[in-house]
């Protein structure tokens, strides 16, 4: 079994997500058996694995322990008519129809509850309150029907305990806290079925423990969020087989403070021989990868690719509107989204039609209402748009006829490869890593020195200005995408699969 090591599968995927679930359906449909596996708790979870179409191809670790993996959604309990008719609470439900706040018999308040949809059929979570109005325990319910978890609250309405319940009821998790310090548990308890408990000083330890629990023999993993998972791994047994995909770029920085490589890779750094494999989109990346310390080798495959039965073979782009600009990021400072605004309200003066549609999320700092206030400030809120998230773009890409990106840097920006499956060409800033392996300088785009406003401005402006420039662009994206089909990425993916089997058939023996 592949398993590929994530921190959930949010309702915003981001290109780290795209590039798991992608590979996930790549290995799927080439006969590799493959899970996602994740760490982080939400008793929601489930249904975004449904909205994804993995739910059955997805074990969390909290799920593991509930003994609740690919467990189906129960049949509602009418916990409403329960709490009037058994219990005689006085139901009120609040204006928006999703929350009930329940009194007993004195009409005091006692609890406060929330239902996943207005119909009030399936719980979400219970508070509990005092008699001087404060939240004392917080009952969450998993979303398939059943009580996943408990917290406890003390003064201030701080966690000391938060337990979690298998499906059957018991309680089989614990972590306690110290009141000062939400963010770490001081202790945490793991109640194993045999009646047997084990003791874990850090979240790191409960992970390695996962990791060893549902390792079989022949297993490997694919770590796609080092940052949570490069301590534990660091702590399993090392017969265990793992490679570490770099998503971003990890060369030294100034905050590395001397480290072979920057956040979120400098415990890697520290671990290198650990891991059998390190994995970049990029061939230069992979070139600063080949450490001569490094006992295990890097490999170059595309974090994407397009399906090969999506490939073009002849360009139709009649339908273009080179003036309406795309935009795909998070809106963090690293993006530099402000200069790709600046860019069109200056654009404007000379192309009455041209238009910026930025999507994305993130908000990090207050970057993005920093860029409201830039739009606002330019008096651009007419042809300048922050579209914030979407889970699908195909038709934002399609009918668009440029995209920008201007970040300072990316691990191979996943959304170069989107826009050119759409026949969309891009102009960017010249950065490690990733547009200068897609972009081809005047044949599909142009890649500009970072940072560089005045030449991104001449670029730009001469592409919306020389039909001839514009339909070369249109008709040149067919050369990207062949270069990035399934097929070819699947075939990057087996010399690894191979190397990794090799190395731990190898390993096997000597241990």
């Known amino acids: 079994m592949y398993y590929f090591a994530c921190l959930n599968v949010p309702e915003h995927i981001t290109g780290v997500d795209r590039a798991y679930l992608s590979r996930l359906n790549l290995f799927k449909s080439n006969n590799i ?35 609740a993996v690919n467990l189906k959604p129960s049949k509602p309990f009418n916990i409403q008519r329960y709490w009037e008719e058994s219990l005689n609470y006085k139901l009120e439900v609040v204006s928006h129809q999703l929350d009930i706040i329940i009194k007993n018999q004195d ?34 319910y998993d979303h398939r029907g059943f009580l996943s978890s408990v917290q406890y609250y003390g003064p201030h309405e701080k966690c000391y305990l938060h337990q979690f319940y ?27 079925s045999n009646g047997s408990t084990v003791r874990f000083k850090n979240e790191d330890e409960l992970i390695s ?24 791994f660091a702590n399993t047994h090392p017969y265990i087989t793992a490679a570490v995909f770099m998503h971003t770029t990890h060369l030294a920085d100034e905050y590395s403070e001397g480290r072979m490589f920057k956040w979120p890779f400098n415990f890697l750094g520290d671990h290198l021989n650990r891991f059998k494999a390190l994995i970049c989109s990029t061939e230069a990346q992979c070139n600063d990868l080949s450490y001569d310390q490094f006992t295990g080798q890097a490999f170059n495959i595309p974090v994407g690719f397009i399906e090969d039965n999506q490939l073009m ?56 209402e920093e860029l409201k206030q830039l739009i606002n400030d330019l008096n651009a809120n007419d042809y300048i748009h ?43 800033y010249d950065i490690k890593y990733g547009p200068n392996e897609i972009i081809k300088d005047n044949v599909n785009g142009n890649l500009v020195p970072l940072n560089d406003e005045e030449q991104l401005y001449k670029v730009v402006h001469n592409f919306l200005s020389d039909d001839s420039v514009s339909n070369r662009y249109y008709e040149n994206c067919i050369l990207t995408q062949k270069k990035y089909s399934a097929s070819q990425n699947f075939d990057h993916w087996m010399k690894l699969i191979q190397y990794l089997e090799h190395k731990e058939k190898h390993d096997d023996i000597n241990n």
């Open 33 to 67: 058996p493959a899970k996602i596996i994740t760490i982080e708790y939400n008793h929601m979870a489930y249904d975004t694995l449904v909205k994804y179409g993995v739910e059955y191809d997805t074990i969390n670790m909290y799920d593991y322990f509930q003994n």
């Open 107 to 140: 009409n005091q308040f006692i609890q406060y509850a929330r239902f996943t949809s207005t119909e009030r059929k399936k719980l979400d979570f219970v508070n509990h309150i005092s008699d001087n109005g404060t939240i004392v325990k917080h009952e969450q």
């Open 166 to 192: 298998n499906v059957q009821g018991d309680i089989i998790l614990e972590k306690y806290y110290q009141i000062e310090n939400q963010h770490l548990p001081i202790m945490i308890l793991l109640h194993k």
């Open 209 to 232: 423990y996962f990791i060893e629990s549902i390792y079989s023999a022949g297993d490997i993993f694919i770590i796609d969020r080092p940052y949570e998972y490069i301590k534990p």
């Open 313 to 368: 073979t002849t360009n139709q782009f009649n339908h273009k509107n080179k003036f309406k600009i795309i935009s795909v990021a998070r809106y963090i400072s690293s993006k530099q989204l402000d200069h790709q605004i600046r860019l069109v309200h200056r654009l404007k003066k000379e192309f009455p039609l041209v238009s910026l549609d930025i999507y994305g999320f993130g908000g990090l700092g207050g970057v993005e």
């Open 386 to 428: 922050l579209k914030g998230y979407s889970n699908n773009l195909n038709s934002a890409y399609q009918n668009s006829g440029l995209f920008l990106l201007t970040s300072k840097e990316e691990g191979f920006a996943l959304v170069l490869l989107e826009s050119y499956r759409h026949n969309t060409p891009v102009i960017s």
